[in-house]
C-alpha cells in the first residue's frame, strides 16, 4: 500500500508506506525524514525540496519509490 501525497507549495512530497500509527520519526539528512510505527517498521517518508531532485537512496522500499517518484516526474538523485 504506497500512497503518496504532494504538497507544491512547501516543495514536499510524503509517500505513505502503510497505515500504523506513527511513533517516532528519524531525520537522514535535511530533507529526508523517516517515520516509524512502535514495531520500528518504517510508516512513512516526508521528502522536502522535491523540486531540486530526490534522494531515494537508504529509503525503506527504495524500488517502489523511485518507481511511484518516476510518475511525478521528479529529478532522481541517486
Known amino acids: 500500500m504506497l500512497r503518496i501525497e ?3 507549495k512547501a516543495d514536499a512530497v510524503y509517500i505513505h508506506l502503510n ?3 506513527i511513533a517516532y520519526t528519524k ?3 535535511d530533507n529526508r525524514y523517516i517515520d516509524y510505527a ?3 517498521s518504517p510508516v512513512g517518508v516526508s521528502l522536502l525540496s522535491v523540486s531540486d531532485g530526490v534522494d531515494v537512496e537508504d ?3 527504495e524500488g517502489k519509490i523511485r518507481k511511484a517518484l518516476d510518475g511525478l516526474e521528479l ?3 541517486a
Open 19 to 21: 497505515d500504523l500509527p
Open 27 to 29: 531525520e537522514l539528512d
Open 75 to 77: 529529478k532522481i538523485l
Open 38 to 40: 512502535h514495531d520500528g
Open 6 to 8: 504532494t504538497d507544491p
Open 59 to 61: 529509503l525503506p522500499s
